[in-house]
């Protein structure tokens, strides 16, 4: 009972978001009381913060997987972790994502600290290797990579971000993705910058 309560839950809250559901309307679709509701969860946001919860174990599961794949290179394992998050955060509709920062501020911040974490573990972990191997540029520490990538969802993957852009969470984080790995330039205007770049740098150092 208790898993079907939260995958009924879970179902509702994501698609629907979490104000506009109630411990009613719950109970009616699963044929239970509200007393049997209330004996597995004391109240619904005690219901959500146990939803997203498991919600973020499985997308922790889920990159690890990937991540710790021994036969898979470097740019599969970066490109798929990616589209698997972006999956997963597909099922999150932006009227739950709204209600968790007004309504569940904890469960949000929760939310935060845990992609934080999952960014430093994995994403650091996989540009020490790539740094090693040859497959990412040494140029730039790869702190200071990790730290611009940590800083650019901290600030821009938000509920409230995505009240004020036409996209929705997936999409904004594949652009996002794209723009960080890829760069804004084009691959012939990255040969002109990088030119333009040296000489200025040549000349600051001659000064």
Do not use: C
Request: no cysteine; aromatic share 10%; hydrophobic share 45%.
């Amino acid at each position: 009972m208790h898993q079907r309560i939260l995958e009924a839950a879970r179902q509702r809250f994501f698609q629907e978001g979490y104000a506009r559901v109630t411990m009613d309307a719950l109970a009616r679709e699963l044929g239970i009381s509200k007393k049997t509701l209330y004996q597995h969860f004391p109240n619904k946001a005690a219901l959500a913060a146990a939803i997203m919860e498991k919600f973020r174990q499985e997308v922790y599961e889920a990159l690890e997987s990937i991540f710790h794949h021994p036969s898979l290179p470097l740019p599969e394992r970066l490109a798929r972790a990616f589209g698997e998050a972006a999956h997963r955060l597909r099922q999150l509709e932006r009227p739950f994502l709204e209600d968790l920062s007004r309504f569940l501020p904890e469960v949000w911040a929760e939310t935060e600290r845990f992609r934080a974490e999952a960014i430093t573990r994995f994403l650091g972990g996989a540009l020490a290797e790539g740094q090693a191997s040859g497959m990412v540029r040494t140029d730039v520490p790869a702190e200071l990579m990790l730290r611009s990538f940590l800083a650019t969802a901290e600030r821009l993957v938000t509920p409230a971000v995505l009240m004020q852009l036409p996209y929705t969470l997936p999409e904004l984080i594949h652009m996002l993705i794209r723009l960080f790995f890829e760069g804004v330039l084009t691959d012939e205007a990255r040969l002109e910058f990088r030119g333009v770049i040296n000489t200025l740098s040549a000349k600051d150092a001659n000064h």
